[in-house]
């Protein structure tokens, strides 16, 4: 299929300066009337003057330009840190628990090198890299189970109304889709599992990743994922591979819908496009709608790898650590949407790349447990068709 990527550079400067350094002075440097950071060769912090960090965490700092900086609000920042206070201990270094999450939080909303944070934290680089684990670590413990789980009922009675609202398609509980996360690979004992085939021919070179599956609300948060599966790996196969899919074995959906990609199969609990070459009336305007439900999920994905740029990024992290790394980001990428958090790209002052959905791999249209669903689908698409004419 046709590599198609687009890509926004939000600012220009001129030679001999990487981008990554290039951001740090002019976040730093352009401001005038703030003290400015004098970083030396090894990585100190000249003495006398003030970190970025202590800049950014004093009281007259702007609250657009700690936005900018760290993809949240300050309350929502304070937030976190009085959250996880008491499971995150002051290391060897005696580093505040409140730098070591803005440590964390700066790393995954930029993507940037480990020697260019230990400068604007003023600590090694070992330490950044103990903290961003041990703060991922503690908000997949501490605040996934509040903030990204399964809605209870009285939550889910809103999910299908509003659902059903956007589409016209009744006792829709969430809208499914997966990602890739790009990994370094393993070195024993199954690399090429990991390859992936697809991206590795839209960059031009051998490519790696995991994949995220994740099934989300009408608002755009997170209520189950499914993370770490290897790159190779087929949406419908990594479904099969979630806890998700043994839930749903117990009963979880009887009565229910969770709309999936046509890279999905249609069984009695997915519910996704027709994916024949040639649709009738009422087959193409059933996907119209489904596509409805589909796009909120295809949102979410968007401004979840928008906001956490480390997941477009080649990881540093060894597998078992990044599983940690993208499940802190599926937390705050809900925390700072149920708190109002803006999405703002363009004025977030680092490149983004955006790339294009390719083409799903289709999964069979018959499935040898979706004899009813073919049906139940069938009478979805009539009934669309009926109300839209009357």
């Known amino acids: 299929m046709t590599d198609r990527r687009r890509k926004q550079k939000f600012s220009v400067y001129g030679d001999g300066c990487s981008d990554d350094e290039v951001s740090i002075f002019h976040s730093i440097n352009m401001r005038k009337t703030r003290n400015t950071v004098e970083f030396h060769p090894d990585g ?4 006398g003057r003030r970190l970025w960090w202590d800049e950014c965490d004093g009281p007259d700092y702007p609250e657009d330009e700690f936005r900018k900086e760290f993809r949240m609000s300050k309350s929502t920042f304070e ?3 009085s959250e996880l206070r008491s499971v995150i201990c ?12 803005a440590v964390c939080i700066r790393r995954l909303a930029t993507a940037e090198p480990f020697r260019l944070v230990s400068k604007r934290f003023g600590i090694s680089i070992p330490a950044c890299r103990e903290s961003v684990l041990v703060v991922c670590s503690a908000i997949r413990t501490v605040l996934m189970p509040k903030y990204l789980r399964w809605p209870d009922k009285t939550s889910l009675r809103k999910t299908k109304h509003d659902f059903e609202a956007i589409s016209g398609i009744p006792n829709v509980v969430g809208s499914m889709s997966a990602t890739h996360i790009p990994a370094t690979p393993p070195s024993s004992p199954s690399p090429a599992a990991y390859f992936n085939k697809k991206q590795t021919e839209k960059n031009g070179k051998a490519s790696y990743t995991v994949a995220l599956q994740g099934v989300v609300d009408q608002n755009g948060f997170f209520t189950d994922v499914c993370i770490g599966w290897p ?9 099969q591979k979630s806890a998700l899919f043994q839930r749903a074995n117990g009963g979880l959906f009887t009565g229910a819908w969770v709309v999936g990609s046509k890279g999905y199969p249609l069984m009695d609990w997915v519910l996704v496009p027709y994916n024949r070459r040639r649709l009738t009336w009422t087959q193409h305007g059933f996907n119209e709608k489904i596509g409805e439900i589909q796009r909120v999920a295809k949102e979410t994905f968007r401004r979840l790898k928008g906001r956490w740029f480390c997941l477009q990024k080649n990881s540093d992290f060894e597998l078992q650590d990044l599983g940690f790394v993208v499940g802190a980001c599926c937390v705050l990428h809900n925390i700072c949407e149920m708190r109002g958090d803006g999405f703002d790209s363009d004025h977030w002052g680092f490149e983004f790349v955006v790339e294009e959905e390719e083409e799903e791999e289709m999964a069979g249209e018959v499935d040898s447990r979706s004899v009813s669903s073919m049906e139940a689908r069938d009478a979805i698409a009539h009934n669309l068709l009926h109300h839209a004419c009357y």
Request: glycine content about 8%; overall charge negative; aromatic content about 0%.
């Open 44 to 47: 100190r912090v000249g003495s």
């Open 90 to 101: 002051e290391d060897d270094e005696d580093i505040p628990v409140k730098k070591r999450v």
């Open 79 to 81: 937030l976190i840190c």
């Open 231 to 239: 790159g190779s790996m087929s949406d419908a196969q990594v479904l």
